[in-house]
Nanobody
C-alpha cells in the first residue's frame, strides 16, 4: 500500500509561482511512475506531468510545457511540481498519483487508469 500526501497549494496572482509537494510513504519501490493531475468542477481529470523516478525523463501536457517542472527527491520520497508563470486557467485541484514498480508509458502517462494510488489533492487558485 502506498500513501500519497500533497501540500503546497494556495492562492496566488497570475504570473506568480507555486511549488507543490507529494510525499510517498508505505511500501516503496525502486522505480515508479509518478504524476500530477488536476481537475476543475465539471471537467475530467487532466494529466499535467509525469516522470519515472530515478530518471531524467519527464512528460508534460502541452498547456504547461515551459512553465512547470516535475523534480523528484529520492531521499525524501517526494515528488514536486514547480509551477511558474501561473495563469488563471491553472486553477484546479491538483492530485499526485503513482504507478508502482513501473516506468511511465509515453502514451498512457496522462490517463488516470494508469495509476494505482492517488492523493487527496491540494487546491491551487490563480487570481487574474
Amino acid at each position: 500500500q502506498v500513501l500519497l500526501v500533497e501540500s503546497g497549494g494556495g492562492s496566488v496572482q497570475a504570473g506568480g509561482s507555486l511549488r507543490l509537494s507529494c510525499v510517498a510513504s508505505g511500501v516503496t519501490y525502486s522505480s515508479a511512475c509518478m504524476a500530477w493531475f488536476r481537475q476543475t468542477p465539471g471537467k475530467e481529470r487532466e494529466g499535467v506531468a509525469a516522470m519515472p523516478t530515478g530518471t531524467d525523463t519527464a512528460y508534460y501536457a502541452d498547456s504547461v510545457k515551459g512553465r512547470f517542472t516535475i523534480p523528484y527527491e529520492h531521499a525524501k520520497n517526494t515528488l514536486y511540481l514547480r509551477m511558474d508563470s501561473l495563469k488563471h486557467e491553472d486553477t484546479a485541484m491538483y492530485y499526485c498519483a503513482e504507478r508502482p514498480d513501473s516506468y511511465c508509458n509515453g502514451v498512457a502517462w496522462g490517463a488516470g487508469w494508469f495509476y494505482s494510488y492517488w492523493g487527496q489533492g491540494t487546491q491551487v487558485t490563480i487570481s487574474s
